[in-house]
């Protein structure tokens, strides 16, 4: 018997699940855009080849039991296609073309009664106007599917900005859709697990401090009400039954006031829960594999009074965290996870994670180690 | 820059460190026996050759910044001749001298004053004689370095027996050293870091049952009165002191009533420290590649109450536990390390470690999964 698992993709979700899949003997094969991926530099199995190349899709799934993903942008035919020939592949098809259209995530979501913030499709830009009319300016806008010069949501604050969004986005045959913007208090991320029978467990609410659409910081437990956590973990949870879940899914939320409102779907170990590995029972990736084999899922229990992950973008200065690591290691107890990256500034390099007692010990341990990495003065506690 | 380490010998100890090596950016590089090796199953760079091939260790040390070790089995000279071309290769070359020959461990410690059991090298069967003379039988008898037919240590129980024992070892060319016989109260394990720069760091001590030779279990915290535990922690650490040890360090001690007697010491992760992975702050694994790498030395802080580590050896009934892992796994929270090794009779397969709020409650997380894996019934919980 063998457990085989193939990724498309080879990011730094692939590198991880590749480190959770050894002690548990499972295989992993990747198929990965490039040879110096995160994830092709650490396993003996990759497969190079474009992620919408049908042929290197179906080698992929030829030679492992169920195909999965590291990102959202596989054709969903395709997919059904392999599911056809016999293939398993998790998180389903359906899922992964709910995942990628954001429309769709919205009409199917607001039929099951979710709340989620007031929009529309845009359909000409009068619905835009109409919109501005109702809500006022700023008003949100998306990219139903991806985006466009890496981009996918836009903020105009002005009739004139929107308007050129708006002929821009034609131009790209990229479909809006238009939200009301949201004054927001925070932000909750709930990551839930479903298994092949039917068992669906959610992780408890992580608190995601996002910058200019980058997420930067995770705290758990989320620093929100106890009605705002019960009602994001329960909406995460009913979602997962709904869509029939099988692997990790990430339902990420908006704050408002005393509102919880459903935002995003990512089916796949998420960024927001990159604090399991030390901070859960069995960390997303672990808890991936597991659901995407067939197997038993595992505890979501938190092991610490407090978990704190801080992400590690290229700095701006161009200089290379990879070479402060064994500094950021001795300032404390920390947890670093390198991506196997070139610095580029901007650009996703690794977390680091600490626990402790309290969140200010948490957040003290993950600050050190990253403000060394980032190559920031390290801020003298008072 | 790189970190690179060079592991000689590709087994499960190796296969722990590729898994840890990951979220450090820590490239591995492994001098395997066969391409089917634990470790070389899931690495990307495998030299395959013989440890005793000067030239395939020489080939291995001009790949990496550093070479170490999963196995004892290296010849101490070559690793000199490497320090003296200018590698670097931790453990020190004299610490793989003294790991290697049990009369070595034996005078060096004896002439620091550590406690250990009374024994003298066998230059001739009266020496033997002599010792039945006055400590009775059975006594011990240890292949001072090696063993043969795959045993080091033999415990004669008849003067016939014991003769038969050092005329084999003699036919075999193996040097003996000859032990008082120990009524054990159990056995005690304490993993020891040291850095480069100096600092050295034990961890909590790790109670190991031992049935024929073999580890079978690990409990942490270690279940003897306080005193022990401090005097074997405090000897393990002035024993890594007085070698100067880098690297991370296994001593193994004897518990015998009151007294605590040092064993052995093996300079490398260790069997009896696999509960560190779940269940200290900086698993072995980690600990060993940071210290090689002259990086700082992670906490060592116990993370749980308690934390019990059952070892998986192959099935007598030849069924492979690999058919059984996810079985295990839905038993409870437990977690599982899979060695990538063809089950057979008696052969260490993995282990799996538990943690709770109690020790009962761990060890019976442990025995589930541990049972299931193994192929025994269950026991029933009164």
Redesign the interface.
Same mark, same amino acid.
């Given at each position: 018997?063998n457990?085989r698992v193939g990724i498309v993709g080879a990011g730094q979700l692939a590198?991880?699940m590749?480190?959770a899949a050894?002690?548990? *003997?499972i %295989?992993i094969t990747v198929l990965a855009a490039s040879s110096t991926d995160g994830a092709a530099?650490?396993?003996?199995w990759?497969i190079v080849g474009d992620p919408d190349d049908p042929e290197r899709v179906r080698e992929l799934a030829g030679r492992v039991d169920v195909v999965t993903f590291d990102h959202e942008l596989v054709d969903p035919d395709l997919l059904a296609s392999l599911v056809e020939a016999g293939h398993k592949v998790y998180p389903r098809p359906d899922t992964m073309r709910l995942a990628q259209n954001k429309r769709r995530q919205r009409e199917q979501l607001s039929a099951e009664g979710f709340s989620m913030p007031i929009w529309r499709q845009v359909e000409s830009i009068e619905d835009i106007q109409e919109y501005d009319l109702r809500y006022g300016l700023p008003l949100v806008l998306k990219a139903v599917r991806g985006g466009y010069d890496g981009r996918g949501v836009w903020m105009p604050e002005t009739p004139e900005e929107f308007e050129r969004v708006y002929r821009d986005a034609r131009k790209h045959g990229t479909e809006l859709l238009v939200e009301e913007f949201q004054e927001l208090d925070g932000e909750v991320a709930v990551l839930v697990a479903g298994s092949t029978d039917g068992d669906f467990r959610t992780y408890p609410a992580t608190e995601t401090v996002q910058r200019d659409g980058i997420c930067h910081e995770l705290h758990v437990p989320a620093r929100f009400s106890a009605s705002i956590i019960r009602r994001a973990e329960r909406m995460a949870l009913q979602i997962a039954e709904t869509i029939d879940l099988v692997g990790v899914m990430a339902v990420e939320f908006f704050v408002v006031g005393d509102k919880v409102l459903v935002n995003e779907l990512a089916p796949r170990p998420h960024n927001s829960g990159h604090w399991t590995i030390e901070g859960a029972?069995?960390s997303q990736f672990e808890q991936h594999l597991?659901a995407v084999?067939?197997?038993?899922l *595992?505890?979501t229990?938190l092991?610490h009074p407090a978990v704190v992950t801080r992400n590690l973008l290229g700095p701006d200065d161009g200089s290379?965290p990879?070479?402060r690591?064994? %500094?950021a290691?001795?300032s404390g107890?920390v947890?670093?996870?390198?991506y *196997?990256k070139e610095s580029r500034p901007g650009r996703k390099m *690794?977390h680091v994670t600490a626990y402790g007692a309290t969140h200010d010990e948490a957040d003290a341990a993950a600050g050190r180690a990253w403000s060394i990495l980032a190559g920031r003065e390290v801020e003298v506690e008072a």
């Open positions: 018997m457990y590198r991880m590749a480190q050894i002690p548990l *003997g %295989e530099r650490v396993l003996p990759v029972a069995t597991r084999l067939g197997w038993p *595992g505890s229990a092991l290379d990879f070479d690591i064994p %500094e290691l001795g107890n947890h670093l996870h390198w *196997g *690794g």
